[in-house]
């Protein structure tokens, strides 16, 4: 049973930095393709970025791209989003998820964890 904990959300202020965690279980998460989304309060759920498994590769939404950096620890079965220079926009349920295909849908999601920020 696969199983992703998200972890590392809060309240920060305009500028503050945070890192989120996801913790994977029940998966071979070194070769799953691993991504961040965020849904804000009456808005869709948007691509955050994400990170290939075996090669680390990332790629981001413009939005938070140079502020925002995925990394993975295959070891640890852990993923991580280091969020800098936040912005009040950046408000929002924050979920990871897990690909076994580099080109497919994601199978797999945490339940989330809640980032504020304030102006």
């Known amino acids: 049973q696969v199983q992703l904990v998200e972890s590392g959300g809060g309240l920060v202020e305009a500028g503050g930095s945070l890192r989120l965690s996801c913790e994977a279980s029940g998966l071979t998460f070194s070769s799953y393709r691993m991504g961040w989304f965020r849904q804000a309060p009456g808005k869709e759920r948007e691509f955050v970025g994400r990170i290939r498994g075996i090669d680390r590769s990332t790629t981001y939404a413009d939005s938070v791209k140079g502020r925002f950096t995925l990394s993975r620890d295959n070891a640890k079965n852990t993923l991580y989003l280091q969020m800098n220079s936040l912005k009040p926009e950046d408000t929002a349920v924050y979920y990871c998820?897990?690909?076994?295909?580099?080109?497919?849908?994601?199978?797999?999601w945490g339940q989330g964890t809640q980032v504020t920020v304030s102006s």
């Open positions: 998820a897990a690909s076994e295909s580099n080109l497919g849908s994601y199978a797999y």
